[in-house]
């Protein structure tokens, strides 16, 4: 993994003496940029969970847009409208197929062609829960090497702080392109939840930050194009930070509740009764749930960015550093919970017939990163268990050992010895528990019964 600059806020030697453009506002930065002549008003590189829906987004509000992916597998899927939307991106995906001003491409040369640019590439940990930079590296190395004078280059995806500097302001620099002067550099982070249609894009406000003032208005300028507010804060700094602070918020939280379902259980009490309770008071508390671990693109990674970069400054975070092994640890006290289960039962794990039931992160989507039921399933495996799952959303999954499973159609009928409860969607059918030997229940919302134990 290359290392930071040493010092991310300098300009490259010849530069620093160019005082970037002061700021005219969010009208004056979008006349500028209307007044530019481009093929394509927004070009998004990485077209997953996050660029897709936004370039759809974009494009629903009129603007001409270009989706780039580096997989020509990903944009089959999207060009035989397969891709996991929601059913409103589903329709505008149908529509912008036909809409001669929507573009697909996997060639990267055709940056130069667009007014903004805005990069939605994943930015994933390793095994080891460091960061894993090379996908957002290499998408901005393109970037910067087919920038054009007038553009606006913005990135999306969660990142350490001073990343917009480090990956795209200072080697456009280099390239004698002055952020502020020449193109326009910002950060916004990407608000969008997988599978959960409660808000659409339009209504999730939006945070920026520029490199500059009027890379701030430049920036505010696209947005609001597709959003109903945006807030715009004094640099892409903080946008980036306040990224880090959401998602590890959630984690700390999620922990907590973690932990309060252990101390529950020590009690002898439900603690969804608790949490339930407690989530009637009006102000104060805000709820989270216990559950098998987290998954996801953001719980998971993001605050391990922070931690990451803490580690340079010799700065430690003790809350985030206990929330985050917790997590981590948590599919493994789902796998030591089944091994206790069978053994009150009289059976040890190796031989046992283990169904998974739900292995997408979360309930209605088809996603599988970083889902918790993955290190469950390969433990399991690891210590002899015969393992299957159930999934109408996920048809395979890895079995952690270089192969692969592939989801049962019938699971009431494979003869279970213990079923964990993983992930239930909203359609799915959860009568045939109460005829299985023994039931984990991981979500803590089963009806309870003789053969259901909570994790």
């Known amino acids: 993994m290359a290392p930071l600059l040493e010092d991310a806020h300098e300009w490259p030697e010849g530069a620093a003496q160019v005082q970037p453009q002061e700021s005219g506002g969010a009208q004056a930065a979008e006349t500028a940029l209307q007044d530019l002549t481009f093929t394509f008003d927004v070009a998004i590189v990485g077209l997953g969970y996050v660029g897709l829906p936004t370039a759809l987004a974009v494009n629903a509000s009129g603007r001409r847009v270009l989706g780039l992916d580096v997989s020509e597998a990903r944009l089959a899927v999207i060009r035989s409208q397969q891709a996991d939307l929601l059913d409103s991106d589903k329709n505008r995906l149908s529509n912008a197929l036909e809409d001669p001003s929507f573009m697909i491409s996997t060639d990267l040369s055709l940056l130069a062609r667009a007014a903004a640019v805005v990069v939605c590439v994943p930015t994933p940990v390793d095994p080891y829960l460091v960061p894993d930079l090379g996908i957002l590296r290499a998408a901005c190395a393109s970037v910067v090497e087919f920038a054009v004078p007038g553009q606006l280059l913005m990135l999306t995806s969660t990142t350490y702080v001073g990343s917009t500097r480090d990956l795209l302001a200072v080697p456009l620099a280099a390239k004698g392109l002055i952020p502020g002067r020449d193109v326009y550099v910002a950060f916004s982070p990407e608000r969008i939840n997988p599978g959960v249609d409660a808000f659409s894009h339009e209504d999730v406000p939006r945070v920026v930050g520029g490199v500059t003032p009027a890379c701030g208005d430049a920036a505010e300028a696209l947005l609001r194009a597709s959003t109903k507010l945006v807030h715009v804060v004094p640099s892409a700094d903080v946008a980036e930070m306040t990224k880090l602070v959401e998602n590890t918020f959630r984690a700390v939280n999620i922990a907590l509740a973690n932990e309060f379902a252990d101390i529950c259980h020590q009690l002898g009490m439900e603690v969804m009764d608790v949490i339930d309770a407690a989530s009637t008071k009006p102000y104060g508390f805000m709820p989270f749930t216990p559950g098998p671990g987290v998954g996801g693109h953001c719980i998971p990674c993001d605050p391990h960015y922070l931690l990451w970069q803490l ?20 599919p493994h006290q789902v796998v030591d919970k089944a091994r206790r289960i069978l053994s009150d039962r009289n059976h ?102 003789p053969n259901v134990t909570r994790l």
Do not use: N
Request: charged residues 20%; aromatic residues 4%; proline residues 7%.
């Open 311 to 330: 580690r340079k400054a010799r700065m430690t975070a003790p809350v985030i550093e206990h929330a985050m092994a917790g997590i981590a640890g948590r």
């Open 348 to 449: 040890g794990i190796a031989g046992a017939r283990v169904l998974v039931l739900g292995v997408a992160y979360k309930p209605d989507v088809e996603d599988l990163r970083e889902s918790p039921a993955l290190e469950i399933i390969s433990e399991l495996i690891a210590d002899g268990a015969v393992v299957a799952y159930h999934d109408p959303w996920c048809p395979t999954a890895p079995d952690g050992a270089g192969g692969e499973l592939a989801s049962l159609e019938e699971p009431a009928a494979w003869d279970s010895d213990l079923v964990i409860l993983h992930t239930r969607h909203s359609a799915m059918d959860v009568a045939w528990l109460q005829d299985v030997p023994a039931v984990l229940d991981t979500t803590y919302r089963l009806a309870a019964g």
